[in-house]
């Protein structure tokens, strides 16, 4: 009886310093996060034409509207279409009439986890609108434009006008210094605006022209066509720059409290355990050995007394 009641406190001693040691394991092996990406996906979009147009009839009865558009595209989409067709009541007795031909019209827009994109492109292109079915509205040689929205950079956009653009049978200069110009009577008057690009921290977005037009050709039972048409439109929004996120225990400080003892240098037999694979964690583990092979030999000791005679 008296061997077993010394026995048992030195055997819970051994297991309790065991599971000390074990349970300081996981503290001292805690550390570093990870990141990801936590944000929305981006957008693109991309239109070769859109109209927003406004045909009054002759006889004042009826406004019909002509909002029209061609390769408009979301991402990740693309178009290639070179015409678009439209029909209205009472325009040209009521059979379709051409609203833009163009020998290339295409419209792309993409997005990735890091970057939105759109494009387009028109090349050679002839604009109608109800009423002057043999004079074109625009002609233009080639028109292209681009947005690029990336994650965690500014985003850019751009426009550019290629080769000659005539209004109304007139060829005239677009620039960016101001709006164009264009009146002839007895047809109507065009403002053509080059669009700068506009940005933000995350979008983009530009047009590559802008035709404010006010026709009143008196033909094909059209008396008034008032509105705007867009050529070569793009718009972007960057996705979420990725975002950092910590995880595990903080980390302990290291800096020694005030009127605190400063920690010895490491020893040449230390600097070599150091470089031979051991770790910071390396003196608890051998500390707690030893508190260990104490206990147990103290237990063994102890035991041995109680049974002599």
């Known amino acids: 009886m008296n061997t077993h009641y010394f026995r048992m406190p030195a055997r819970r001693f051994t297991a309790t310093a065991a599971a000390t040691v074990l349970a300081a394991g996981p503290v001292v092996l805690a550390g570093a996060g990870s990141a990801h990406a936590t944000g929305a996906q981006g957008r693109a979009s991309a239109v070769v034409l859109r109209t927003g147009l406004d045909v009054s009839l002759v006889n004042k009865t009826l406004n019909v509207p002509l909002a029209v558009s061609l390769n408009e595209v979301q991402a990740p989409r693309s178009a290639e279409r070179t015409a678009l067709t439209a029909r209205l009541d009472g325009v040209a007795g009521g059979r379709p009439f051409s609203v833009l031909r163009a020998d290339a019209a295409t419209a792309k827009a993409t997005v990735s986890p890091t970057t939105a994109e759109a494009s387009t492109n028109l090349a050679h292109a002839r604009v109608h609108v109800p009423g002057l079915p043999l ?82 050709p008196l033909k094909l039972n059209v008396a008034e066509v008032e509105g705007t048409l867009t050529l070569a439109g793009v718009s972007c929004e960057a996705p979420a720059a990725p975002v950092r996120e910590s995880g595990g225990a903080a980390p302990v400080s290291e800096v020694t409290p005030q009127g605190a003892a400063q920690a010895p240098a490491p020893s040449k037999a230390e600097a070599g355990l150091a470089e031979t694979g051991g770790s910071s964690a390396t003196p608890y583990a051998v500390g707690a050995g030893v508190v260990l092979l104490a206990a147990g030999a103290g237990a063994i000791a102890l035991g041995r007394r109680r049974t002599r005679p």
């Open 135 to 216: 004079l074109s509205l625009v002609e233009i040689s080639q028109v292209t434009s681009t947005a690029t929205c990336e994650a965690g950079r500014k985003p850019v956009a751009s426009t550019n006008v290629l080769g000659a653009v005539t209004v109304l049978g007139r060829k005239v200069t677009v620039t960016a210094g101001g709006p164009t110009e264009v009146k002839v009577p007895g047809v109507g008057e065009v403002r053509i605006d080059f669009s700068e690009a506009q940005t933000s921290s995350r979008t983009a977005a530009a047009s590559a022209l802008v035709l404010k037009v006010s026709i009143n």
